[in-house]
């Protein structure tokens, strides 16, 4: 989120004609809307986010659909850049133009990815989306103080900036997915089946239309994943096909002599699933390899093999079963 200085000193890049193509054609969108409006009211801080979500959007949005490129954007300069400066010097002194954008309603845009390759978008709160081809996104030009919620059709994965005091919801056709700051895809297909995959954080899943008051819905966490079906109103969870490190460092998976509980922790540490042991004999198992550069389901087999076990996936939860050591 841009903070007053930093708002400032793009004011004063725009003065000495350092600021960037675009940059340029902020300021001066700002501008026009400013121009026409100009209560002389001070602004405050929580009117000040306000109107900088907004901005930004209206800049980002502009930029996706434009095909084309920022550079060849022909700035204000040649007619009005005087009057554009004088206004900036103004604005740099006193911000009470910009109240026009905190009392103008929420605007609502609807982008969609008609292209074959994914399409990249910034949400007004720095959030990022990653939007698959043929999917709708729908969210305001500022989200609510309280809430902030965006429609889907489609597939798309999401980076969501932390805000606990401020919950972001993803809803599609049937579901209402409830994050706080996380990352996570969502797919949908044409079988009325939707699939939630968490990368990082926690997710609670739940139908966005309840039936006879019927409190239905999941918790997810990372690497985990639940496929919601429409028709039978009944969620399935599961590990996702290819889980990933959670942990910003992993450890070295270099081990010898190593007791199966130690490699069983760093396991589970590193991708934050569960496994389990079927006895406790297995317990007494120790494991000499090393299983870096492998990805979970890899470092499970060669763990299983080491210590004539196998392992079953039941929901989310790993199953170690063997006879163990002596």
């Given at each position: 989120m841009m903070n007053k200085q930093a708002f400032n000193q793009l004011l004063?890049?725009?003065l000495n004609g350092t600021c960037t193509p675009q940059e340029r054609l902020m300021v001066e969108q700002?501008?026009?809307?400013?121009?026409?409006?100009r209560p002389q009211s001070a602004v405050s801080d929580e009117e000040w986010q306000h109107i900088t979500d907004r901005m930004w959007s209206r800049i980002m949005l502009q930029t996706e659909q434009s095909n084309t490129p920022a550079a060849t954007v022909k700035p204000l300069y040649s007619r009005m850049w005087w009057r554009i400066a004088a206004s900036v010097a103004l604005l740099i002194v006193c911000f009470s133009g910009w109240y026009y954008f905190n009392r103008t309603p929420a605007e609502q845009f609807r982008i969609a990815n008609t292209d074959s390759k994914p399409k990249q978008l910034l949400l007004p709160d720095g959030s990022k989306v990653i939007l698959y081809s043929g999917a709708r996104l729908q969210f305001p030009d500022v989200f609510?103080?309280?809430?902030?919620?965006?429609?889907?059709?489609?597939?798309?994965?999401?980076?969501?900036?932390?805000?606990?005091?401020?919950?972001?919801?993803?809803?599609?056709?049937?579901?209402a997915i409830?994050?706080?700051?996380?990352?996570?895809?969502?797919?949908?297909?044409?079988?009325?089946?939707?699939?939630?995959?968490?990368?990082?954080?926690?997710?609670?899943?739940?139908?966005?239309y309840s039936v006879n008051d019927k409190n239905n819905g999941v918790l997810l966490t990372p690497n985990q994943k639940v496929v919601y079906y429409a028709e039978q109103q009944h969620f399935v969870t599961a590990l996702v096909e290819k889980p990933v490190p959670v942990t910003a460092k992993p450890p070295a998976f270099n081990y010898e002599e190593t007791p199966l509980a130690d490699v069983i922790n760093d396991l589970q540490t590193t991708y934050q699933v569960q496994i389990t042991l079927e006895?406790?004999?297995?317990?007494?198992?120790?494991?000499?390899?090393?299983?870096?550069?492998m990805d979970m389901y890899a470092q499970l087999d060669a763990v299983a093999q080491a210590i004539g076990a196998s392992y079953q996936i039941k929901g989310t939860t790993i199953l170690i079963v063997g006879a163990g050591c002596d």
């Open positions: 004063q890049r725009y700002w501008f026009e809307a400013w121009k026409e409006d609510a103080d309280t809430i902030r919620e965006v429609l889907l059709e489609g597939d798309a994965f999401f980076d969501i900036t932390h805000r606990p005091v401020q919950p972001f919801y993803v809803k599609t056709s049937d579901l409830k994050v706080l700051g996380t990352s996570f895809f969502v797919r949908q297909t044409a079988e009325a089946k939707t699939e939630v995959a968490v990368r990082t954080g926690r997710v609670a899943v739940s139908e966005r006895n406790n004999r297995l317990a007494n198992c120790n494991l000499t390899g090393n299983l870096n550069q």
